[in-house]
């Protein structure tokens, strides 16, 4: 853990993790902000040259205490290790004082239980009394409860899914993002109990002022970049006749723009920005619909 001085008045200062999951997406994210950071790896703290922001790169489980604790002011941590920290936090009888700013894009994951393949599952009441292994005890044993159910929760900081195998449980609590792990271990999931993304914090004290320009700045661009990472810039050329019917198959897209076309006032051109992704299903029955020259294009960033 770094030592806990507070970070400095004029520059905000941003826990993210050193290296792992969330560590590429998390700093792809701040370059598509605008914010330029020199040798990321290297350093544990890191001033962005054009930005009043530093970065302190540290394991992901630290970030939720080192934002709650005012060491940090932001910090971007899966909402899995955030939940399990608060509820450890509440019962040791710590207040909690975090406010998440932004879900973001990326680090989706469930956490699940899952049994050996060959053991029979109907309903949950099948895994009460059994021993469950996982790296995040509160929030198994807090699903548990609230299902009325009895669990014998054992707690592993890794390799949880080799647990069953080794003897240790008999069933596991853990991140799933796409299975392979899971299947590769003859085990399958029965149960999501919490789904989680990344997401950026904010310890919940009052910002100086300077920070607090700097943050509102730093929210706008993370909007900006997430809208326009699924919008697309969608033109193409339309009978008039069929305008409403194409206007009703754009997804999410409003008010566009109606463009004449040299030499056929049959047609126009139509140029809009459609807020949700545009699927080759769309353009196809778009086409049908009677649009012609069809583009769609990527946008880089966005502000409404
Ligand atoms: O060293 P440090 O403590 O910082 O990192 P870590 O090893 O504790 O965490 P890391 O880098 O593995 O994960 C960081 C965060 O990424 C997690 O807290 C989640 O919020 C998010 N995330 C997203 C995942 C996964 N997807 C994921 N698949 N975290 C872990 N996994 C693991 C899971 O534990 C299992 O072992 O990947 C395996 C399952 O993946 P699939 O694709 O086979 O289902
Ligand atoms: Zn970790």
Request: aromatic share 4%; with cysteine; charged share 30%.
């Amino acid at each position: 853990m770094p030592p806990a001085t507070p970070p400095p008045k004029d520059r905000l200062r941003l826990a993210l993790q050193k290296s792992g999951r969330l560590s590429v997406d998390s700093l792809d994210l701040l370059n598509r902000c605008g914010i330029k950071v020199k040798a990321p790896k290297e350093k544990l703290l890191l001033h962005a040259e054009n930005f009043p922001v530093d970065l302190l790169f540290v394991r992901d489980d630290d970030i939720p205490q080192l934002v709650m604790d005012g060491v940090c002011d932001l910090g971007i941590v899966g909402e899995n290790v955030l939940e399990e920290t608060a509820l450890d936090r509440a019962a040791d009888g710590e207040t909690n004082p975090y406010v998440v700013e932004r879900r973001l894009d990326f680090g989706g994951c469930r956490l699940a239980l899952a049994v050996p393949e060959e053991r029979p599952f109907t309903t949950l009441a099948d895994l009460a009394g059994l021993r469950i292994a996982t790296s995040y005890p509160r929030l198994t044993k807090r699903f548990f409860q609230e299902k009325g159910l009895k669990a014998d929760v054992v707690t592993l900081t890794g390799s949880v899914e080799i647990a069953p195998r080794l003897g240790l449980a008999d069933a596991i609590c853990d991140l799933v993002a796409t299975g392979s792990t899971l299947e590769a271990n003859r085990l399958r999931a029965v149960e999501t109990i919490f789904k989680s993304k990344a997401t950026l914090i904010r310890c919940d004290r009052d910002l100086d002022p300077v920070k607090r320009h700097a943050l509102d700045l730093l929210l706008r661009r993370i909007d900006g970049v997430q809208l326009a990472a699924e919008a697309k810039y969608i033109m193409l050329h339309a009978p008039k006749a069929a305008l409403p019917e194409i206007k009703r198959l754009l997804p999410g897209a409003e008010n566009p723009t109606l463009l004449p076309l040299a030499g056929d006032d049959t047609k126009v051109a139509l140029h809009a920005v459609c807020q949700e992704a545009v699927f080759w299903e769309t353009m196809e029955s778009l086409k049908r619909a009677g649009a012609s020259s069809i583009l769609v294009l990527p946008i880089e960033k966005m502000m409404l």
